[in-house]
């Protein structure tokens, strides 16, 4: 069976459940995915079924990824992942993928990658708590002192300072399933995944959770 599948978020928005409490959820457009490589143990070591996602103009794929595509028959996509299976055999090339493989999940993990927010301060990156804010300290959100007194008069490594914030890659586990829309390819999570509108997100089923 599959455990994943390939999504593109959509936004966030709020459903009643049938006892009228108010669910924050995360919408996605999970699928539909094709099939554009299968792996087994005799050639690659290992089982599992390389998925394609996000069409895309041939003339934006490099050539050597383009043949590949040409040489099965398909069309280049965008976004390329693997995910693992029992047995390979039991897929097809050119196969295609919905969000019924996994209608069945109660619980899924999320990975994405976190939307950028550039160089950022220790106050907001590391949630430092600053300087005074009265008396005319002129020290309200510099990182203070952090470094050794004569020995050995530096900053030690990995010390957290200020520096590029996001763009991470970033998973979110044990996430609710809410509803399943098998007709428009729609999923419900309850709660925020990683990334802003429109970024690509893998789903697959939590391995933290007991259903």
């Not at 300087?131 to 990182?143: A, D, E, K, T, Y």
């Not at 914030?165 to 399933?177: H, R, W």
């Not at 729609?186 to 697959?204: D, E, H, N, S, T």
Request: aromatic residues 6%.
């Amino acid at each position: 069976m599959l455990q994943g599948i390939i999504g593109k978020k959509i936004g966030m928005t709020q459903v009643f459940s049938e006892d009228g409490k108010l669910i924050p959820v995360t919408v996605i457009q999970a699928g539909p995915c094709k099939i554009v490589r299968s792996k087994n143990k005799t050639t690659d070591g290992y089982e599992a079924v390389q998925l394609g996602f996000d069409e895309v103009n041939p003339k934006r794929v490099i050539k050597p990824l383009l043949g590949q595509f040409t040489k099965r028959g398909l069309k280049p996509y965008h976004i390329l992942r693997e995910f693992p299976v029992a047995d390979s055999s039991q897929y097809q090339i050119g196969q295609d993928i919905t969000i019924d493989s996994i209608k069945d999940f109660k619980w899924v993990d999320v990975q994405g990658v976190s939307k950028g927010k550039g160089f950022q301060g220790v106050m907001k990156r590391h949630n430092f708590r600053g300087g005074g804010n009265s008396h005319g300290s002129m020290h309200h959100r510099q990182p203070g002192s952090m470094g050794a007194s004569s020995r050995p008069s530096r900053v030690f490594k990995n010390h957290k300072l200020a520096g590029h914030m996001g763009d991470e890659t970033v998973t979110t586990q044990k996430l609710m399933v809410v509803s399943v829309d098998p007709e428009n390819n729609l999923l419900l999570l309850r709660g925020a995944v990683p990334g802003g509108k429109r970024a690509i997100v893998f789903i697959k089923k939590s391995k933290k959770a007991k259903d």
